[in-house]
């Protein structure tokens, strides 16, 4: 199965923008479905946003919408999440995970986000 590894995350001003990628090896990225996850501390892990595999389908949360646009590059095997607009509630571990019928849903790592007022 893919291994998924995350990196982007860092320190960034209220109203910054963020780049995140999602690199996938040992597997076929574009037979995945992806999508993005974060979990601030003491929260649950919240969805933001999919992506089918050949990116003809998106879904973000309602949290996402309007500021986080997701994007996949088959070719690289690396999935996007371009954030704009930070705010402080954004802080969290950002998650990437990939899903495909009859397998296990695959996480990354985590990448921290960290957004200051």
């Known amino acids: 199965q893919v291994q998924l590894v995350e990196s982007g995350g860092g320190l960034v001003q209220a109203g910054g923008s963020l780049r995140l990628s999602c690199a996938a090896s040992g597997g076929t990225f574009s037979t995945y479905d992806m999508g993005w996850f974060r979990q601030a501390p003491g929260k649950e892990r919240e969805a933001l946003t999919r992506i089918s595999r050949s990116s003809d389908s998106t879904y973000y949360a309602d949290s996402a919408k309007g500021r986080f646009t997701v994007s996949r590059d088959n070719a690289k095997s690396t999935l996007y999440l371009h954030m704009n607009s930070l705010k402080p509630e954004d802080t969290a571990v950002y998650y990437c995970?990939?899903?495909?019928?009859?397998?296990?849903?695959?996480w990354g790592q985590g990448t921290q986000v960290t957004v200051s007022s």
């Open positions: 995970a990939g899903d495909r019928p009859g397998a296990p849903r695959v």
